[in-house]
């Protein structure tokens, strides 16, 4: 079974939120699906099922390899560069 070789770089505790919401959504005037948590800067983004995919394109340009689900009563994490469940 795959695992993350990222999780245990994250910084303890994690960061909190820059925003409630996807910023680039509402620059766009789109509204996210879920949002998703940056686990290396707190930057929120919209997941993938999202227009923007905003979360997906933060990873991609920043290189930040871990975030978590924003969504309340969820409490999952992706490793966007291993792909796997954290």
Same mark, same amino acid.
């Given at each position: 079974?795959? #695992?993350? *070789?990222?999780? &245990? =770089? $994250?910084?303890?505790?994690?960061?909190?939120?820059?925003?409630? *919401?996807?910023?680039? +959504? $509402?620059?766009?005037?789109? /509204?996210?699906? #879920?949002?998703? $948590? +940056?686990?290396? +800067?707190? /930057? !929120? @983004?919209?997941? &993938?099922?999202?227009?923007? %995919?905003? =979360?997906?394109?933060?990873?991609? &340009?920043?290189? /930040?390899? !871990?975030?978590?689900?924003?969504?309340? @009563?969820?409490?999952? %994490?992706? +490793?966007? !560069?291993? /792909?796997?469940?954290?």
């Amino acid at each position: 079974m795959k #695992q993350c *070789t990222h999780a &245990d =770089a $994250l910084p303890d505790p994690e960061p909190g939120p820059r925003t409630e *919401t996807c910023p680039e +959504c $509402l620059t766009a005037g789109t /509204h996210p699906v #879920q949002l998703r $948590l +940056c686990l290396t +800067c707190g /930057h !929120v @983004g919209c997941c &993938d099922s999202s227009p923007g %995919r905003h =979360a997906t394109e933060h990873h991609k &340009d920043s290189g /930040h390899p !871990v975030m978590r689900t924003f969504e309340p @009563g969820e409490n999952w %994490r992706w +490793c966007f !560069v291993d /792909h796997v469940l954290v």
